[in-house]
């Protein structure tokens, strides 16, 4: 069965830090390309990180230098630091996992075809 399994969201002040954790299935995990996304209400789904299975990261400019994604073999987990949190930065945080796109693992919900139910990230000023 392949499925995600998010985890570690709440309600933090600015500048605080979170850390999520999705729990992947042997088959979800083995995909090419893993990645978090969020999605505001009102929004439309926007990628916040990738990571293909050497490792490699793509970031969304707008966490550079705040997130650090990262992924754990032994327990097959993906996990999202996110730090100096930002009241933008609030949005249901989902998990996803997919096949290579033409040029990588790129930063495209319409890539991901596996996702979590999601978890809830909420930064107040």
């Known amino acids: 069965q392949v499925r995600l399994v998010e985890s570690g969201g709440g309600s933090v002040q600015a500048g605080g830090s979170l850390r999520l954790s999705c729990a992947a299935s042997r088959s979800a995990y083995n995909a090419d390309c893993m990645g978090w996304f969020r999605q505001a209400p009102g929004k439309e789904r926007e990628g916040v990180v990738t990571?293909?299975?050497?490792?490699?990261?793509t970031y969304a400019d707008s966490v550079k230098g705040r997130f650090t994604a990262s992924r754990d073999n032994a327990k097959m987990t993906l996990d999202l630091q996110m730090d100096s949190l930002k009241p933008e930065d609030t949005a249901m945080y989902y998990c996803a996992a997919g096949p290579y796109g033409g040029s990588g693992c790129r930063l495209l919900a319409r890539s991901f075809g596996v996702w979590g139910q999601g978890t809830q990230v909420t930064v107040s000023s």
């Open positions: 990571i293909d299975r050497r490792g490699t990261t």
